[in-house]
Nanobody, 121 residues
């Protein structure tokens, strides 16, 4: 069984930084196209940042230049460094992968449980 567990959320003031982590656990062989999404109250879930299946990065326009996605393949972990946070960044942040190949099967479209990020003005 594969689980995605986020950590690193919290309450910060505008202009401060946070670093989110997502750890994938299980008998994992590879993780394809991992990324981060967020959902603010009353809004649809949106892409924040992701690695494409080709290994490039993709960012929402609203976070370009402030957020950076990175990964540690050896640890099955990916990160979202968020700098210069603004109140409009307040949301629940979810990690996601297009698919995860394990020893026994492939898991499509797995999601973490979410971590709250709140930015006060």
């Amino acid at each position: 069984q594969v689980q995605l567990v986020e950590s690193g959320g919290g309450l910060v003031q505008a202009g401060e930084s946070l670093r989110l982590s997502c750890v994938a656990s299980g008998s994992i062989a590879s993780i394809i196209a991992m990324g981060w999404y967020r959902q603010a109250p009353g809004k649809q879930r949106e892409l924040v940042a992701a690695f494409t299946s080709g290994g490039n990065t993709d960012y929402a326009d609203s976070v370009k230049g402030r957020f950076t996605i990175s990964r540690d393949n050896a640890k099955n972990t990916w990160y979202l460094q968020m700098n210069s946070l603004q109140p409009e960044d307040t949301a629940v942040y979810y990690c996601h992968a297009n698919w995860i190949v394990t020893t026994f099967h492939t898991i499509y479209d797995p999601w973490g449980q979410g971590t709250q990020v709140t930015v006060s003005s």
